[in-house]
């Protein structure tokens, strides 16, 4: 039997679905890999949250009183899930007395889209003159 006769050599690849460790993004508030985290999809990154109570809403807190959780506010933070790009997370949240206007929905926009938001948000501020 000739070495050109015999059936070709099954190659295995070598697939790796395990890493020692899992590298924390420079903005995220653990930074310590998240190692107490059982499963790799709760293995996110989450920067510092910024919240804007929405003071025009129902059951905004009395102005100057700290916002407290379950207040109407909006939120963003910067999020990555295990092997995902970065994203920006945009929460929304509103409790109602009408069930069917209660709000509690993340958005995910690219620093692209938040950028443009953020200048809009400028502009129209702007355009209004500004806090008053
Ligand atoms: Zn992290």
Known sequence: MSVNSLPAPVV???VS????????ASWCTD????????????QACW??????????????PAVGRPYEYGQPHLSVF????WHQLPTI?????????????CVD???????DEALHLAAALIDVATM????R
Do not use: K
């Open 89 to 101: 997370r945009l929460h929304a949240y509103r409790e109602s007395s009408t069930e069917h206007l």
């Open 12 to 14: 295995t690849p070598e």
């Open 78 to 81: 910067a999020h990555r899930r």
């Open 128 to 131: 209004l003159g500004g806090a």
């Open 17 to 24: 679905t395990s890493s020692t460790s899992y590298v924390c």
């Open 105 to 111: 929905h993340d958005f995910h926009l690219t620093a």
């Open 31 to 42: 930074r310590d890999g998240h190692p107490d985290y059982v499963l790799r999809d709760d």
């Open 47 to 60: 920067g510092p949250e910024y919240i804007t109570v929405l003071g025009l809403d129902e059951h905004a």
